[in-house]
């Protein structure tokens, strides 16, 4: 009789047990969300419109905590003194009257991917030219409700922002360009935005670019004040430096070589003067276009820039060559000219002298001429002018 009822106390906690396993195994927890999300965000039961408490439920500010993940960063423009980022935002904070049953830890998020659904914080990018978000396939945002309450918003979003930029040291020059965060309505009594503790930005490995390397990035706050009142702000400062190696093959090596080809005319014979007019003037001429190329591509400041200092060296040497060549050839010129006023002086004076040689040779002749007439002719008279026969 014992071991009966034995059996059946078994076979019934047994049947009891797959009972249970088979409807839990039956739940559908997807079946759940909709329940709880109808429970939460229902008709009546939440307002958007309303901020949520603040720590502990308190009457403070809602604290919303910021972390950044930069995916790339595509063009860094020095003309127009802006940059173009793809970054990863996300924000979160804690509003209470979103706190659900989690079912024994089954549940552990619910996902949205309507933001108009719940309180969002009125966050823009003040330093901001143009932005978008990313629609393919999907809208690249989801929003996470946990079950104590706290909200995860996150977004892909590409940025064109402001960089003003100080180029006296250009080409050898570094740039801090930031991105700024801000509440545009909340102040600081309902709303202030913290960095997430720990590492709030992140920056993808292997972040490649053209022209320039992100040193570093330092976080910071920018609260700002105005008349309706104080402004939570956020900011990242991104550390650039300028990769040089670009400018020395564009530009530093080119400007040596039209330096170098400008003195070749030093070695060229002074007459050949059609040789070192065009030699001159044509590396006058590449310098100029090449200093016009270098500053069409950087804005028009009103300071001198490092680059202007050597490209201007540079010009200066280009042109000095050509205007020794004109000075050369003048001096030449000159030194020519007073060369042949002393040839032809020197041929007068000894035309000048010849003839007076001749004249003394010829008189001299006449006199010895005389002379003899006067031995070997006594038939003349002493005064060979009325010379007569007698």
């Not at 999300?37 to 905590?65: C, E, F, H």
């Not at 028009?300 to 680059?307: D, E, F, L, N, Q």
Request: hydrophobic share 40%; charged share 20%; with cysteine.
């Amino acid at each position: 009789m014992g071991t009966g009822h034995y059996f059946w106390a078994i076979f019934y906690f047994t049947s009891l047990c797959s009972a249970s396993l088979a409807n839990n195994a039956k739940i559908n927890f997807r079946e759940k969300e909709k329940k709880v999300l109808d429970q939460i965000l229902g008709a009546g039961k939440y307002d958007a419109r309303i901020r949520p408490s603040g720590i502990n439920g308190t009457d403070g500010p809602a604290i919303v905590r910021i972390n950044l993940f930069v995916r790339s960063i595509m063009t860094i423009s020095d003309i127009k003194m802006e940059y173009s980022v793809q970054l990863t935002f996300r924000e979160q904070w804690t509003d209470e009257r979103l706190k659900f049953d989690d079912i024994q830890g089954r549940l552990k998020y619910l996902t949205l991917t309507e933001a108009n659904r719940v309180w969002m914080p009125d966050l823009f990018f003040s330093n901001e030219k143009e932005g978008h978000f990313h629609n393919i396939i999907m809208p690249n945002v989801y929003i996470r409700i946990f079950p104590n309450g706290s909200v995860l918003y996150s977004i892909r979003i590409s940025l064109t922002l402001a960089c003003p930029m100080n180029l006296k040291l250009y080409p050898l020059d570094r740039q801090i360009c930031s991105l700024r965060m801000a509440s545009y309505g909340w102040t600081t009594n309902d709303l202030v935005f913290l960095w997430k503790e720990g590492d709030p930005v992140q920056v993808v490995k292997n972040l490649h670019l053209p022209r320039f390397t992100l040193e570093k990035f330092l976080t910071d706050y920018c609260n700002s004040k105005t008349n309706t009142g104080e402004y939570s702000c956020l900011k990242v400062d991104l550390l650039f430096k300028r990769e040089f190696s670009y400018y020395l093959i564009q530009i530093y090596i080119p400007c040596c070589m039209l330096v170098i080809v400008s003195w070749v005319s030093f070695w060229l014979d002074q007459g050949a003067v059609p040789a070192r007019v065009s030699l001159g003037v044509t590396t006058l001429l590449t310098m100029a276009t090449q200093t016009s190329g270098i500053n069409a591509s950087l804005p028009p400041v009103s300071y001198t820039k490092a680059i202007d200092v050597w490209t201007g060296v540079c010009l200066t040497f280009v042109f000095g060559a050509l205007l020794e060549f004109a000075l050369v050839n003048y001096a030449s010129r000159s030194d020519n000219v007073l060369d042949r006023r002393e040839s032809m002086l020197y041929r007068a004076s000894h035309s000048r002298w010849s003839l007076r040689s001749s004249i003394w040779s010829t008189g001299a002749h006449i006199s010895s001429g005389r002379r003899r007439m006067k031995r070997f002719c006594p038939f003349f008279r002493t005064n060979l002018t009325s010379a007569k026969w007698i």
